[in-house]
């Protein structure tokens, strides 16, 4: 037949998440921060320099760099938690 049959005597664990501890991990749910977190940087940075162009370009690319460094972290605690190489994150 070869099938392996489980042992069911042990015991799950499950945790309560009251909903909000996985979307601490992730951008969805902290749009409203993140949307006053870019217009404070917008405005500090056209307040600096006064022109609101280069204001914009700052903003972008300090938004891309957040982005890149919160989805290295995110990888490399998924594959920390989950026993599983980052190479095979997809």
């Known amino acids: 037949m070869d099938t392996e049959f489980l042992d069911a005597s042990e015991k799950g ?3 309560n998440d009251n909903g909000h501890s996985f979307d601490q991990c992730l951008f969805y749910g902290n749009e409203m921060t993140l949307l ?3 217009t ?3 405005c500090i940075v056209d307040l600096i320099a006064k022109n609101f162009v280069l204001a914009g ?3 972008y690319i300090i938004i891309e760099i957040v982005a890149l460094i919160r989805d290295h972290g995110g990888r490399k605690n ?3 938690k989950t026993l599983v ?3 095979f994150l997809i």
């Open 13 to 15: 664990y499950f945790y």
């Open 36 to 38: 006053l977190f870019d």
């Open 40 to 42: 404070l940087l917008f």
């Open 57 to 59: 370009i700052i903003t």
């Open 78 to 80: 998924l594959a920390k």
């Open 85 to 87: 190489d980052e190479r």
